[in-house]
């Protein structure tokens, strides 16, 4: 392929990516499709039947034709009017509707892509750039978005194109009652039918052509919206955020904020010099093609009707429909022109699209035990995350025991939330096996093996729902359950404070009557929630990192109490969790270096763990002693 053709694409690609988009389209939203295409159909066929009835009851008027004729004429005129503009306006007003809410129909149409993608897909920075992409087209109503729009003009101009042409030949043959010579003669002539297609070709491609240049202006303003608008915004969270006016304050920092806040200022303003430039360039050459659509059809009809080729009444609709022809012919190269602009948008869409789910989803039933009997075992387990040749784990092999707290410790990166993610198969394992009762649980049906885990993560994150709605992530609850979570892990008293109980919403997003919460009791009710779905594996992923050492202990110390003959997994830099955990296992660099007993793992004064404790338990020694 030349670089040329690499630039700029054969045109039946963009051709194939628009017909894709408008399947989409009518998946996604088949009312709105028939929206768009009613309302095309109406307002095209409006125009003619007017003018052709229009025509008609000038030249009867003219000719002195029966009045009753004449009457009907006025009278299909006003009723095919009122039937036509019904159905116009009717379309016009859903149309508006749908067009408000599709942003949020698009946004929710790639979320079902985002719900089913591999988790490991998702969580890869090439596909979190993607889908920002996505997320600015979106905002910008392009891609998939566009093509409603696409849609209403290109029903409009096929429909415009077809009827015009009929009208059209019957202009172009129609034959003078005067003797014609030279030009006159030309334009009286059927070769004038070909002219007039080759100058609606030529505008029809002009207007293609600069359709396209528009795209350096879309260009630009949507490199201004990704990066020079949001500069703009951080600099107006320095200046208003309360949380940082502290320090700035303190630091003397207005000086240097309002240098930068100039130079995002400077910058927006020769961005908006430059579009400036290429809006009134574009905007010239179109008003230039619009003049010559208007023109010609007025010279090419007034010098046949002079001819005596028709009477005033033709002249009105000839020169409405050679305009009209001009005009929707130039609206196939306007859409020629979107289409190419489109192009980029609908790549970013359909890969995110086709992006593959090369996870294994097995078929096994995990069996519902009501001893809760799970053996989870690592059996030489090492992993490196995509696109990576690091090994963040190295043959692991550990199994545990049923009911056991298992504490996982380490310095940052030794692996610690890697490992947890391999056990609920958010990854596989790059070598080795994970097995749950002795069969890989590759094998397993995924959801159901997801559902044996309870986790709660370090950046852990609720929502602006009821209070028992985020206990039970679910419409459907018990509420007695749902209070006797919230009791068992300390969130009782501030449970009898709320206005309407377990109904109560958190936050105020999207309720002025919600109610706002500290660190610690969010702490409490995702810790609830863990507890609320009853899964045989509990999971703490260091949820109460943000809390003083003693604050921690006390929390872990209480949820250990609660957890009855859960298999308990605790995840954290410090070790006050620890003391109570069956067993422990230390981490370094991918490697399990230690495994044993809080006593154990102490006295052992050359190994990681006694380095550890001793630089921390000067912490919480007093406090758990």
């Known amino acids: 392929m030349t670089k040329e053709k690499a630039k700029n694409p054969p045109f039946r690609e963009d051709l194939k990516l628009s017909f894709r988009a408008l399947k989409v389209l009518y998946r996604l939203d088949p009312r709105y499709f028939w929206i768009q295409v009613f309302n095309s159909v109406g307002d095209s066929l409006r125009y003619y039947v007017n003018s052709i009835l229009a025509a008609l009851i000038i030249d009867g008027v003219v000719a002195g ?68 992409r996505i997320q600015k087209h979106n905002e910008n109503m392009a891609g998939v978005s566009n093509m409603a729009g696409f849609l209403h003009t290109l029903v409009h101009a096929i429909l415009g194109v077809s009827t015009a042409l009929a009208v059209m030949i019957a202009c172009f043959l129609a034959k003078p009652t005067k003797e014609v010579h030279g030009i006159v003669r030309l334009i009286n002539s059927p070769w004038m039918l070909v002219i007039f297609f080759l100058f609606a070709a030529f505008i029809m491609l002009a207007k293609a052509k600069n359709a396209t240049k528009w795209n350096a202006y879309y260009k630009l303003w949507e490199n201004y919206w990704g990066t020079e608008y949001r500069r703009m915004e951080i600099m107006e969270t320095y200046v208003t955020d309360n949380k940082r006016a502290m320090d700035r304050k303190i630091y003397a920092m207005d000086g240097i904020v309002k240098r930068e806040n ?19 360039s574009n905007q010239m050459i179109g008003t230039l093609l619009t003049f010559l659509v208007s023109a010609v059809p007025y010279v090419i009809v007034g010098i046949k009707a002079l001819s005596g080729a028709f009477g005033i009444g033709m002249v009105v609709l000839y020169v409405g429909t050679l305009k009209r022809f001009g005009e929707e012919t130039g609206s196939f190269g306007i859409v ?11 790549i970013d869409q359909f890969t995110y699209m086709d992006i593959k789910q090369d996870m294994y989803h097995g078929t096994l039933s995990v069996e519902k035990r009501s001893d809760r009997n799970y053996h989870v075992e690592f059996r030489g387990v090492s992993f490196k995350y995509p696109g990576s040749d690091t090994y963040v784990l190295k043959n692991i092999n550990i199994k545990f025991r049923i009911g056991e707290r298992l504490a996982l410790v380490g310095m940052n990166g030794s692996g610690k939330t890697t490992f947890i993610k391999l056990m609920c198969r958010l990854y596989d394992p790059t070598e080795g096996e994970i097995l749950l009762n002795g069969i ?25 729902f009821s209070l028992a709605e985020n206990v039970a992530t679910s419409k459907e609850y018990d509420a007695e359950r749902v209070k006797k979570c919230l009791e068992e892990v300390g969130f009782g008293e501030r449970l009898e404070t ?22 610690g009791e969010a702490q409490k009710i995702a810790l609830a929630r863990a507890l609320y779905k009853n899964a045989p ?82 912490y919480y020694t007093e406090k758990t002693a």
């Open 65 to 132: 034709a029966d009045p009753k004729k004449l009457g009907l004429y006025a009278v299909l005129v006003v009723f095919l009017n009122l039937g036509m503009n019904v159905m116009v306006q009717y379309t016009a007003a859903r149309r508006y509707i749908r067009k408000s809410m599709w942003p949020k129909f698009i946004t929710r149409f790639f979320h079902g892509y985002s719900e089913k993608m591999d988790y490991w897909r998702f969580e890869d920075p090439e596909t979190r750039k993607l889908w920002n």
């Open 262 to 280: 100039d130079t995002v200022i400077a910058s927006s303003a020769a961005t908006a010099k430059k579009s400036s430039r290429i809006y009134f």
């Open 336 to 346: 020629f022109g979107k289409l190419r602009a489109n192009r980029t948008a609908l």
């Open 440 to 464: 890989d649980i590759r094998k397993y049906d995924y959801d159901e093996y997801m559902q044996i885990f309870s986790i709660v993560f370090q950046d852990f994150k609720l929502f602006a």
């Open 498 to 519: 709320l206005p309407k109980g377990i109904e109560t919403c958190l936050y105020r997003s999207y309720d002025t009557d919600g109610v706002e919460i500290s660190g």
């Open 537 to 618: 594996f509990i999971i703490l992923d260091e949820p109460t990192a943000a809390l003083d050492p003693i604050a921690e202990a006390e929390i872990y110390s209480k949820f250990n109490e609660i957890v009855g003959d859960k298999t308990a997994i605790y995840i954290s830099h410090r070790l006050s969790s620890c003391r109570f955990c069956d067993k422990i296992l230390v981490l370094d660099h991918g490697e399990i270096i230690q495994f044993g007993t809080h006593d154990e793992l102490v006295a052992d004064e050359s190994g990681k763990y006694h380095e550890l404790w001793q630089a921390q338990a000067q």
